[in-house]
């Protein structure tokens, strides 16, 4: 998946059902995801220079230890990140952050729907979207 890069998953403990990483479970889509908690575990990671830079980064920083705009700020500032496509997530309503996330460079963005199945449905399409297309080189 993704020429063996990882993704990352930015998700605190905190966060509410449903969460990223029980539907990328569902997907059957847990080897290769790199799961942290807080934004300083997000750019640690990132600043490594492990050859494998993620993918793809899902970024749930609507609440909790993670403030998504400002670790999105962070990667897309950083000329070695900026390529990496990150799809914001947060609860319906909140057209202020999506329409900051695009702004900031947010590849995408979904709706942490309440309903469970809509959710699972909308990262199995980011998922597929990003697994078909083509990863910019040097991301």
Same mark, same amino acid.
Request: aromatic content about 4%.
């Given at each position: 998946m993704y020429d063996?890069?990882?993704?990352?998953?930015?998700?605190?403990?905190?966060?509410?059902?449903?969460?990223?990483?029980?539907?990328?479970?569902?997907?059957?889509?847990?080897?290769?995801?790199?799961?942290?908690t807080t934004a300083d575990e997000a750019m640690a990671f990132l600043k490594t220079d492990s050859?494998?830079?993620?993918?793809?980064? @899902?970024?749930? #920083?609507?609440? &909790?230890? *993670?403030?998504?705009l400002d670790v999105l700020r962070a990667v897309k500032r950083d000329d070695k990140l900026?390529?990496?496509p990150v799809i914001a997530l947060a609860p319906s309503g909140d057209a202020?952050?999506?329409?900051?996330? @695009?702004?900031? #460079?947010?590849? &995408?963005? *979904?709706?942490?729907?309440?309903?469970?199945e809509d959710f699972v449905e909308a990262v199995r399409a980011v998922h597929q979207y990003w697994t078909l297309s083509e990863v910019p080189v040097g991301a």
């Open positions: 063996g890069k990882p993704i990352l998953l930015i998700e605190d403990k905190q966060a509410k059902e449903p969460t990223v990483r029980a539907a990328l479970g569902e997907l059957g889509v847990s080897h290769g995801v790199v799961h942290v050859p494998h830079m993620p993918a793809i980064i @899902f970024l749930d #920083g609507s609440h &909790g230890q *993670v403030n998504g900026k390529a990496i202020k952050t999506i329409n900051e996330s @695009f702004e900031l #460079g947010a590849a &995408g963005y *979904v709706v942490k729907s309440e309903n469970h």
